[in-house]
């Protein structure tokens, strides 16, 4: 496969610093899943088992990050995994991890503009819901096409605000925990906190199937991480940058989501009704707002439904920025319509950019439905798209390294190696696989097979398979191997 760049003068343009990156990737990995979702996760598998779930897949998610940082140092394109996975797999994979991708983000835009209204319903119940989307999204597509540099800079402090949210409620939550904070009368004392971690179950309520269950929405967490690999291709300084940018944001992230999980988990009992409660329409039940409530800080509510507003935005924000810049790549590699590829003097691919615009408009459906079912069939339709390109990178990683060992290169020349190989893209693939394909294993075990929730859960993996292999059968291609892999420098 052959790259087709734009015209010199009217290409990406290589601006994003580090700390740009750095928080390019957390500000689309801490959102609505650790505000929201996360007291779900805490209620059904009990306090131990949401910390051992948040742990494991942080630590799945630290190898993919360890794997596409290689090769996005040593290889920076927009295009990132797909680019890959059509170098170093095959130009099928790679198409449909592209378009796959890309999807998954327009659509996710779509999700977090249905989420921004729940959100304002908040303040503004009489306001017309579409309103708010078509403002937002008019944000959106101002921010992203200004400049590259602008998008950085407006996600730079979006994530500030989220970052700084997590960790005045990790300190916050820890004095209540030690007494200094009094709050309510309820569970004074540190080993009255600790008390909560033997609760009935307590700590892994529902074994490994409740395990297997909130493994799922904590991969849904964790997912925006791989942005930076669609970020290096208009880094400064991609060889520096990224390694820099992979080793903070994983600590960073792990550390915030784990230490956050055990304040909740410490402060609220496991068995309380309102962690069962996972809507992003109603920030009462958030467990943020609950422990803030506790300490005493009785607008945490209002003060909450903000930050989560600057969350949703933050990752529709960086979702437009992705899939314009995915669906921009797959234009230069003539695996999209050529019009996509275009791109203005400010280096900004602006056809891509008001492609994806269009399929964002699916929020306006709501037009036509309930915000509430509008948000829950495009949440379906996203899917497992994420860790369909979570396979990805570990597959491409796997055979890059492979490919460049066996044409005779020094793994010492890289401008950054993973010392995890092989086993950190092995695990990542097997644990990444299970937790795909026991998303809703459930279904299968009933007396009569639930269809209706396997094609919802499930339909993303067979349609990527059958545009990999229609790929295939139209264009005639096939597995790379690895003495035929462009790995040396000179081949870019």
């Known amino acids: 496969m052959s790259d087709h760049p734009a015209p010199s003068g009217q290409q990406l343009r290589r601006t994003l610093k580090a700390r740009h990156l750095s928080m390019i990737a957390i500000g689309g990995s801490i959102g609505t899943g650790l505000f929201v979702a996360s007291g779900a996760t805490i209620s059904q598998a009990g306090p131990g088992g949401a910390v051992l779930a948040y742990m494991v897949v942080g630590l799945m998610v630290y190898f993919l990050m360890t794997s596409l940082g290689e090769m996005a140092a040593y290889l920076p394109t927009s295009g990132s995994f797909a680019t890959y996975g059509a170098r170093y797999v095959d130009e ?53 096409a200004i400049s590259v540099r602008g998008f950085g800079e407006a996600e730079y402090w979006f994530a500030a605000i989220k970052v700084t949210t ?29 008390q909560l971690w033997s609760l009935d179950d307590a700590p892994f ?31 400064e300084n991609p060889a520096k940058n990224i390694p820099r940018a992979v080793r903070q944001v994983f600590w960073r992230i792990l550390l915030f989501y784990v230490f956050a999980i055990l304040v909740i988990s410490l402060i609220i009992p496991y068995t309380d009704p309102q962690l069962l409660k996972n809507d992003v329409g109603d920030i009462a039940v958030s467990p943020f707002t609950l422990v803030f409530e506790r300490a005493g800080l009785l607008s945490a509510a209002a003060v909450m439904n903000a930050v989560v507003l600057t969350s949703v935005l933050s990752a529709g ?43 964002a408009a699916l929020c306006f459906l709501t037009n036509i439905f309930s915000p509430q079912a509008v948000y829950i069939w495009l949440l379906n339709l996203s899917g497992m798209t994420g860790f369909i390109a979570w ?15 066996a044409q005779g290169l ?83």
């Open 391 to 405: 396979l990805g990178i570990a597959i491409s990683h796997y055979r890059f390294r492979k490919g460049y060992v």
């Open 166 to 194: 997590v960790i005045i409620f990790i300190v916050v939550g820890v004095l209540m925990i030690l007494g200094i904070v009094r709050g309510d009368a309820q569970h004074q004392g540190l080993w009255a906190h600790l």
């Open 317 to 359: 924000n960086s979702g437009m920025y992705a899939s314009t810049r995915m669906l921009y790549t797959l234009a230069c590699q003539r695996m999209a319509p050529a019009i996509f590829a275009r791109v203005n003097a400010r280096g900004v691919p602006i056809m891509a950019l008001l492609g994806t615009t269009a399929l």
């Open 92 to 144: 099928g994979f790679g198409f449909a991890l592209g378009w796959n991708y890309w999807y998954n983000w327009a659509v996710t835009i779509a999700v977090d503009l249905v989420a921004a209204q729940l959100v304002m319903a908040y303040w503004f119940p009489d306001v017309d819901g579409v309103l708010w989307s078509a403002a937002f999204l008019a944000i959106m597509v101002g921010l992203n």
């Open 410 to 492: 020094d793994i010492n020349d890289l401008p950054y190696r993973t010392r995890s190989f092989p086993f950190g893209p092995v695990f990542a693939f097997v644990l990444c696989l299970t937790i795909t394909l026991g998303q809703n294993y459930q279904a299968f075990l009933q007396e009569h097979i639930d269809w209706t929730g396997v094609v919802a859960t499930y339909i993303g993996l067979p349609l990527f398979l059958l545009i990999w292999l229609g790929y295939r059968l139209v264009r005639g291609s096939r597995i790379v191997s690895y003495d035929e892999m462009r790995v040396k420098p000179e081949a870019y």
């Open 205 to 235: 309520a529902g074994g490994f199937s409740a395990l297997i269950g909130v493994a799922m929405i904590v991969g849904f967490s964790f997912q925006g991480t791989e942005l930076i690999g669609i970020a290096a291709g208009e880094s």
